[in-house]
């Protein structure tokens, strides 16, 4: 199973892969945990470096996200899925298309670009109003970065609520991390 977590920044991904990886441990799954951008490859320096400017290209963003993508499915993402594990990684292609299109780049474009990396069976996004992220961002005592402004939060936002479907599952990120938690646990289980 290939599980993805989405949502804007501090909506709670991390908390709720965390929770939900305790949860599948106890059940007796073997989980790999992972996240995009990636942390340790060849192409995470670069990102990371490209996106210290705050004018980039929108589509050499798209590009590396994409690179830096192709890295982590054939080193992590598919090697771990074909061990039997399953797999919780912390965003990934849908953030490319909420991200990158709200940048302004052609939303087709990008969902071709990202085509042929491996589909998660489940995403869960976890949706919180843009009020929620400036609170929990202030409250993190940090400066804002270029993908944490406030009007493009609200466009990435949009731009996620147009993908739900039966695999993208939509859930209230406002609610206490435990209630997220057990609603993510319902879904799992159902997807199980
Ligand atoms: P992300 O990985 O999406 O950036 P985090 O899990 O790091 O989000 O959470 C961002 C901040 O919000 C952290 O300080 C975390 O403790 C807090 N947080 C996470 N979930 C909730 C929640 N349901 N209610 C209130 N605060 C939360
Ligand atoms: P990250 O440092 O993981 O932030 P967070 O802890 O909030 O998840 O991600 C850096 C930023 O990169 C984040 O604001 C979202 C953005 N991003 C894209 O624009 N496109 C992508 O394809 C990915 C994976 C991330």
């Given at each position: 199973m290939f599980i993805t977590f989405e949502g804007i920044?501090?909506?709670?991904k991390t908390t709720q892969v965390k929770l939900l990886k305790d949860w599948l441990n106890k059940k007796g799954c073997r989980v790999k945990v992972t996240e995009q951008p990636?942390?340790?490859?060849?192409?995470s320096e670069v990102l990371r470096e490209h996106m210290?400017?705050?004018?980039?290209e929108p589509y050499v963003d798209a590009l590396l996200f994409a690179a830096d993508r192709a890295l982590h499915v054939e080193r992590v993402i598919l090697p771990a899925l074909r061990k039997g594990l399953t797999v919780i990684c912390d965003r990934y292609i849908h953030s490319s298309i909420a991200y990158q299109t709200s940048m302004g780049l052609d939303r087709d474009w990008v969902i071709s670009l990202n085509s042929l990396f491996p589909k998660p069976n489940l995403t869960i996004y976890l949706d919180i109003s843009i009020e929620t992220a400036k609170k929990r961002i202030n409250e993190r005592g940090k400066e804002l970065d270029k993908f944490e402004m406030a009007d493009f939060l609200k466009r990435v936002r949009e731009e996620y609520l147009r993908l739900k479907s039966k695999r993208f599952i939509v859930i209230d990120?406002?609610?206490s991390i435990e209630e997220v938690h057990k609603e993510i646990i319902g879904v799992v289980n159902d997807f199980m």
């Open positions: 920044d501090v909506s709670g990636t942390k340790n490859m060849e192409t210290k400017n705050p004018n980039t990120g406002e609610r």
